[in-house]
Antibody, heavy 117, light 107 residues
Framework: QVQLKESGPGLVQPSQTLSLTCTVSGFSLTSYHVHWVRQPPGKGLEWMGVMWSDGDTSYNSALKSRLSISRDTSKSQVFLTMNSLQTEDTGIYYC???????????WGQGVMVTVSS | DIQMTQSPASLSASLGETVTIECLASEDIYSNLAWYQQKPGKSPQLLIYYANSLNDGVPSRFSGSGSGTQYSLKINSLQSEDVSIYFC?????????FGSGTKLEIK
């Protein structure tokens, strides 16, 4: 069945770089787009960016200068890298699968990232 | 970016009641509106898409309606398992944007 699972460090120091991995199963990265969405504590959801099935990427304009998304199709993994982290980047980071235009049918369990010294 | 304004921010209702959550888009999104349910400590799950289509496995007590800029999610016969945060999301234009969420509790 379709599954997505995020992994990465739970704690990152301010000004450092965040690296997260989304490992998928049950579908191919070359057939479906995979997005990243984050949720600050007690707040709403913010779209961060997408790895398109053709390998191209798009980013939230507010994060574009700090964010990079890549993938390894042989390992069924999508990677998120974001630099210059600040406390406001604290939150749960989700990867999800797009069923059709920007509609998300499967989500990972999420990974909590705390930015603190 | 299209702004999504969701109301109310929180809602408390009794078991068996009917509740309605509203979502207002900053421009016409032509029914490209989804609702997600996020149970405590869990990731969001797709409930409704294209304003009124139920996702597979979603109970029929959930329904969606609306057009243009105004949309609503209705839950009939409220059950204890409906305690969640509900988010609307427009998938008409990029970037996809979400409402701020409605926290539903049982009285």
């Amino acid at each position: 069945q379709v599954q997505l699972k995020e992994s990465g460090p739970g704690l990152v120091q301010p000004s450092q770089t965040l690296s997260l991995t989304c490992t998928v199963s049950g579908f191919s990265l070359t057939s479906y787009h995979v997005h990243w969405v984050r949720q600050p504590p007690g707040k709403g959801l913010e779209w961060m960016g997408v790895m398109w099935s053709d390998g191209d990427t798009s980013y939230n304009s507010a994060l574009k200068s700090r964010l990079s998304i890549s993938r390894d199709t042989s390992k069924s993994q999508v990677f998120l890298t974001m630099n210059s982290l600040q406390t406001e980047d604290t939150g749960i980071y989700y990867c999800n699968r797009e069923r059709e235009y920007n509609l998300f049918d499967y989500w990972g369990q999420g990974v909590m990232v705390t930015v603190s010294s | 970016d299209i702004q999504m304004t969701q109301s109310p921010a929180s809602l408390s209702a009794s078991l068996g009641e009917t509740v309605t959550i509203e979502c207002l888009a900053s421009e016409d999104i032509y029914s490209n509106l989804a609702w997600y349910q996020q149970k405590p400590g869990k990731s969001p799950q797709l409930l409704i898409y294209y304003a009124n289509s139920l996702n597979d496995g979603v109970p029929s007590r959930f329904s969606g309606s609306g057009s243009g800029t105004q949309y609503s999610l209705k839950i009939n016969s409220l059950q204890s398992e409906d305690v969640s945060i509900y988010f609307c999301q427009q998938n008409y234009d990029s970037p996809p944007t979400f409402g701020s969420g409605t926290k539903l509790e049982i009285k």
